[in-house]
């Protein structure tokens, strides 16, 4: 079964055709980080007017690219929760369009949920270059969430049967590693630019807290966040709140990579705490990593190093926002519940994880 997976939550329009929910056939990724890092974050009304230009391009290149025509497809699935709304609007419109004109079955797709699915990606077409785990992962599966706009653990005994365990109260962290950056002054997106600051800083120069949460599993990085604000102020004797272009003007490249290194190495091991306890209190069979976050190498190194598991890595290309994670799961879905109607369905800009569309 092939499925086309349109994914325009945010900042990517990306479209990519998936067999059976584990081979790649085509993975097109456009990104606008050119078009928001000027304004320093996405700008939304922006965003949805790029999108509505790639869009349609970036449909037809998926096709071309696994060397497909629509009559070989067998379903479209489409990321229609969290997002942004014009932008969620937009390839919900396309994949709608599509679905009535070619008369295929329909999957929304909830876009934490697929961060997830981007691990079960084992196989592609020849054309393809990534470097992909070499099996699915097996249940139960820990799953650690971590993007520009989520933090989640959860704990997934079967396809959409999933329990979650914690979740951030304010910040997402790839929100505080954008934010961090902002306030030392390292260019967008925050979490590249600190990773590679961090490389010649050393991580224990600032002592930065770490959040006690009623819930063992839930997260905050607000906190955080305001520490390292006010460490920057301390250091530099000017007390500019955030944002501010004055602030990061008057740190010098040591400290700037000292509190790179410093902010990465406490959100991380956060992380790595909270994943930790999970792994411990539920004894998992896998864990996996997802979202953008999952990028960060100090991350793999510090989970490597406490976790008595291995984990199998998502290539890069496939951590960040994709349509093959949504192309994934959508086959999962498709085993499991019914499509729905391209006449009746909207976009819901929050919605947190829940198994309720798999709820039969
Ligand atoms: O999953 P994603 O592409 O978009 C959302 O659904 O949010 O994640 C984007 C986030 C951004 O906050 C970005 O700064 C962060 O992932 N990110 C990283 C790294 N690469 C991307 N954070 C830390 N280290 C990285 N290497
Ligand atoms: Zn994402």
Not at 55 to 60: D, V
Not at 130 to 139: G, K
Not at 207 to 226: E, H, I, V
Request: charged share 20%; hydrophobic share 40%; net charge negative.
């Amino acid at each position: 079964m092939k499925i086309l997976g349109i994914e325009s939550s945010c900042d990517e329009t990306a479209v990519a055709i998936v067999e059976d929910g584990h081979r790649l056939l085509s993975n097109v990724v456009h990104t606008q980080i050119d078009i928001h890092a000027q304004y320093g974050g996405v700008v939304p009304e922006v965003a949805a007017r790029s999108h509505i230009e790639i869009i349609n391009p970036a449909i037809n290149q998926a096709l071309a690219n696994a060397q497909l025509t629509w009559d070989d497809i067998d379903a479209i699935a489409v990321t229609y929760a969290p997002g942004l709304i014009g932008s969620l609007l937009v390839g919900t419109l396309a994949a709608r369009t599509l679905a009535t004109i070619h008369n295929k079955p329909l999957y929304p797709i909830h876009h934490v949920e697929a961060h997830v699915y981007a691990n079960f990606i084992t196989d592609q077409s020849d054309h393809l270059d990534l470097s992909l785990p070499s099996r699915q992962p097996s249940f139960p599966m820990l799953a650690l969430i971590v993007s520009g706009g989520h933090s989640q653990l959860a704990l997934f005994q079967d396809h959409g049967n999933y329990e979650l365990l914690g979740q951030t109260q304010d910040d997402a962290v790839g929100e505080a590693f954008d934010k961090v950056a902002k306030i030392i002054g390292l260019p967008y997106p925050g979490g590249p630019s600190i990773a590679k600051a961090a490389l010649n800083g050393d991580p224990n120069k600032y002592r930065l807290p770490k959040a006690r949460l009623q819930n063992p599993y839930d997260f905050s990085f607000s906190g955080l966040k305001t520490a390292l604000l006010r460490g920057v102020q301390a250091e530099t004797g000017h007390d500019y709140s955030f944002p501010s272009h004055e602030l990061p003007a008057l740190l010098d490249d040591v400290q700037r990579a000292d509190f790179a290194a410093s902010f990465q190495k406490t959100a991380v091991e956060t992380l790595v705490d909270k994943a930790e306890k999970a792994f411990r209190d539920h004894t998992p069979k896998s864990v996996v990593i997802a979202g953008g976050v999952a990028a960060n190498q100090e991350l793999r190194r510090q989970l490597a190093e406490r976790l008595p598991i291995e984990i199998e890595y998502a290539p890069m290309q496939l951590c960040t926002d994709n349509g093959a994670m949504i192309a994934t799961l959508g086959y999962f879905y498709a085993q499991k519940i019914d499509p729905v109607s391209p006449y009746d369905f909207e976009v819901v800009p929050s919605l947190s994880m829940t198994k309720t569309a798999w709820a039969k």
